[in-house]
Nanobody, 120 residues
């Protein structure tokens, strides 16, 4: 089992920045492929991005590309989501997720989510 705990959500204004953190436990963190998803009010869950085992291979959803950055600190068992130039449409519950294998559409483990609200 893998336990994931997100933190860092909150209420910000459009144009602000926010950094989310996700602490993982239960398996060697370096073996996990880490992802971020979000679900806005009345919307389907959306892929935000993912980072592979190493710290340089990342992939982002089109709606956040160029504004959001995923990073990980394997020594701290933590993955981060740096969100810049936030927009009201970024308002959502953000979920951290972990996969044991590449190419999996739905990650194996999920956090409880953290709310991000962007006011205009």
């Amino acid at each position: 089992q893998v336990q994931l705990v997100e933190s860092g959500g909150g209420l910000v204004q459009a144009g602000d920045s926010l950094r989310l953190s996700c602490a993982a436990s239960g398996r060697p963190f370096s073996m996990l492929i880490m992802s971020w998803f979000r679900q806005g009010p009345g919307k389907e869950r959306e892929f935000v991005g993912r980072i592979m085992w190493g710290e340089s291979s990342t992939l982002y959803g089109d709606s956040v590309k160029g504004r959001f950055t995923i990073s990980r600190d394997n020594a701290k068992n933590t993955v981060y989501l740096q969100m810049n130039s936030l927009k009201p449409e970024d308002t959502a519950v953000y979920y951290c997720a972990a996969s044991l294998r590449p190419g999996v559409q739905i990650p194996d483990y999920w956090g409880q989510g953290t709310q991000v609200t962007v006011s205009s």
